[in-house]
């Protein structure tokens, strides 16, 4: 049943990729030019390489670092925004929602949510309401549809809920998602139909004199060295940076308008839930409790933020908004600031409104100028695709130089994500968990989260074990993620730094139940990259920095 390569193909996406990309990114000249690697960015270099384009993108730190790794991983319609009537949106919404279940089925997955009710018959009426329009909206999708439970089964399936005033509740589908990976995977997607693409490459400056080429003037990040890209268009989608990047060029365009989303993730044994529980708050947002594997996280703020873009902290003041409403809705748990196992924080690029920041539209953007200069901001992270389509048709038919008849049309809603191409995932989910189970030593746990992670390219991981057997161990003794996934993440994915695998080639930055994981990773990582002994130390003390930052708002607290 299991046919592995004899040998592992090396380098196809890694540094060495990178150095050829940067040398060729200098030398030739290119339709398009894409500054900035988080979600959006990585949707539009694919589906301009997927139309023929000649494309190539930088990214100033590791590809989705940014608000592209810090979200709260859902695909979803946006229940909430039908309560701002912004009924467009959750519709775009709800199909792409159905595209990805299909592009990228390893990555995205539907989900249960439970809303337990509290409110009288006013309150369940208008939910009861959203929830049937919700399902209007989604048409045929394979997602179930809503539940109306009564208290005794809402209980029933969240034993912990609060009793006091519990009406009943509601179950409604949509899904989850590893926001990094799936990132990854569109920038992979982009490389493997003929993208150039390089991370740790910041742009320093632009110009905009030649009527023909543009220039982006760009400094690679880990030696100071600089370049020079030419292409015909210029792109930025550069998210929370979109204002300093109008201020920096002299263009005019809205302000943006940064908003802080903070998320806490607590072990099981201290916040055990069954189904993703939606939680009723006083200022009436939707606050989410996530299980994930041995995990449970919590999420997410939505304050206006006005300090550092590149050093976003957890402070004080998230941890109690977020913990008084875990506490006001399973008070029998008494969940305090040390049960806090790790934490993110990151910025919503929104766009200028007044007004409460959770009724601020998730709309995007878009601004073309005549000096060869476009620019995306907003959105969400569920609509990357159709924003990424928007773009390029819009660019295509508003800049002379480049025409809609010279490329093939849009196909990014029909071609898979690498590694997704399959009919039916459960199948090859269930098919895959039986033939690899105990082989190699490898647990259940093992081959489900190389399968979600990878799909079908999990298979390039395991043949690193008919090299060296020892790759196909764990990191840990219990952990998930196993040795192999180190060598590819550097010779596949492009990793770079010890908190590149650590934090986005998987999430063991905040999901981990092990100490010391950082130490084997590193070790591993440093042949490859050719790490010495100081490197690697070096490597390993700016993670446990990282690490370190996570729990900053304990400064607030005591």
Known sequence: MLRLRAKYHQGSFSHRTRAINLSRMQREEFDLAV????????????????????????????????????????????????????????????????????????????????????????????????????????????????????????????????????????????????????????????????????????????????????????????????????????????????????????????????????????????????????????????????????????????????GPLDNVLVESDDVSYLLSALNKCFPSLNLGPVDIVSTWAGLRPLIMEEGDPSKVSRDYYIALYDEGIAVIAGGKLTTHRTMAESIIDQVLVHYDHLSPDDFRPCSTGEVPLTGGEMHDFPSYLRAQSLGLEGRWGLSAVNVEHLIHSYGRNHMQILALGLQNPKLLKPLGPSCRVIRAQVIYGVEDEMALTLEDFMSRRTDLLHFNGEEKLEKVAAKLMAKPLGWSRARRRAEIKRYRQRVKEMFHFKEGLF
């Open 35 to 306: 500054i900035g690697g988080g979600v959006t960015g990585a949707a539009i270099v694919r589906d301009a390489a997927l139309r023929g384009m000649k494309v190539a993108l930088i990214e100033k730190g590791d590809f989705a670092s940014g608000t592209s790794s810090k979200s709260s991983k859902m695909i979803h319609g946006g229940l909430r925004y039908l309560r701002q009537l912004d009924i467009g949106l959750v519709k775009e919404s709800l199909s792409e929602r159905e595209k990805l279940l299909h592009l990228a089925p390893h990555l995205v997955h539907a989900a249960p949510y439970l809303i337990p009710m509290y409110s009288g018959w006013k309150g369940r009426l208008e939910h009861m309401i959203g929830l049937f329009g919700y399902d209007f909206l989604a048409g045929g999708s394979s997602l179930p549809r809503h539940i109306d439970l009564s208290r005794e089964k809402t209980l029933e399936e969240e034993p912990l809920l609060r009793e006091e005033n519990l009406s009943g509740g509601f179950i409604y589908y949509d899904c989850l998602v590893n926001d990094a990976r799936l990132t990854l995977a569109l920038i992979k997607s982009a490389h493997e139909h003929g993208a150039l693409v390089a991370n740790y490459t910041q742009a320093v400056g632009l110009n905009t004199d030649n009527e023909s080429y543009k220039e982006v003037r760009f400094r690679e990040v880990l030696t100071g060295q600089e370049g020079m890209i030419r292409a015909r268009v210029i792109l930025a989608a550069v998210g929370p940076w979109t204002s300093e990047l109008f201020e920096l060029h002299r263009l005019s365009g809205p302000p943006i308008r940064p908003t802080k989303g903070v998320h806490l993730v607590f072990h099981g044994d201290r916040l055990n839930v069954n189904k993703i529980v939606v939680l009723p708050t006083e200022d009436k947002r939707m606050i989410f409790v996530v299980p994930l594997g041995q995990f449970s996280y919590v999420g997410t703020t939505d304050t206006d933020y006005s």
